[in-house]
T-cell receptor
Framework: GAVVSQHPSWVICKSGTSVKIECRSL??????MFWYRQFPKQSLMLMAT?????????EQGVEKDKFLINHASLTLSTLTVTSAHPEDSSFYIC???????????FGNGTRLTVT | QKEVEQNSGPLSVPEGAIASLNCTYS??????FFWYRQYSGKSPELIMF????GDKEDGRFTAQLNKASQYVSLLIRDSQPSDSATYLC???????????????FGQGTILTVHP
């Protein structure tokens, strides 16, 4: 149980374009999902907390207008990287859990390369 | 002081030995503690979670929690080369407000098990 599916697993895009990443909880409902970013040889950094039916909560230093998050249903959250630049190239990972203090279950991640 | 600190390693142990991974945390009110394993280029996978003081065993893995010392550890018995990965300690803050339920990761410990 507690499977999180993320799509796509990798994407290459040109600078200035936008990229949408989907995160789905397959066998449970997730009122809250979390988006992380990981640069090479660094740990996971929380970008934002996605709340179903309301605005996302962004961590300090994360531009909400650049990283658009939509959590339209209890099983789907999307992250859109708008006007992507090479410095946005990273490993983006979504996660969800069944309860407030339950373990986080991660999607397989999306490797974004902006050329 | 970082919220969650791990000995960054790298830690190298011979096959069959016990690997000991350590983690300290700063928020004394934290209640939930997790260990994740991350292979290179992959997303984290849950290894263990522990909520109460003491030891929790699952197969070759034992998590140990000491809330008074704000310390959590992971022991891997009979280490195998396939255990070679980065191990992430994660803590759910009990700070309340927007931080409630937020999972904070340590920087990770790289473990290498050599044949």
């Amino acid at each position: 149980g507690a499977v999180v599916s993320q799509h796509p697993s990798w994407v290459i895009c040109k600078s200035g374009t936008s990229v949408k990443i989907e995160c789905r909880s397959l066998d449970f409902q997730a009122t809250t999902m979390f988006w992380y970013r990981q640069f090479p040889k660094q740990s996971l950094m929380l970008m934002a907390t996605s709340n179903e039916g309301s605005k996302a909560t962004y961590e300090q230093g994360v531009e909400k207008d650049k990283f658009l998050i939509n959590h339209a249903s209890l099983t789907l959250s999307t992250l859109t990287v708008t006007s992507a630049h090479p410095e946005d190239s990273s490993f983006y990972i979504c996660s969800a859990r069944t309860g407030t203090n339950s373990p986080l279950h991660f999607g397989n991640g999306t490797r974004l390369t902006v050329t | 002081q970082k919220e969650v600190e791990q000995n960054s390693g790298p830690l190298s142990v011979p096959e069959g030995a016990i690997a000991s991974l350590n983690c300290t945390y700063s928020d004394r009110g934290s209640q939930s503690f997790f260990w994740y394993r991350q292979y290179s280029g992959k997303s984290p996978e849950l290894i263990m979670f522990i909520y109460s003081n003491g030891d929790k065993e699952d197969g070759r893995f034992t998590a140990q929690l000491n809330k008074a010392s704000q310390y959590v550890s992971l022991l891997i018995r009979d280490s195998q080369p396939s255990d070679s990965a980065t191990y992430l300690c994660a803590v759910i803050s009990d700070a309340g407000g927007t931080s409630y339920g937020k999972l904070t990761f340590g920087q990770g410990t790289i473990l290498t098990v050599h044949p």
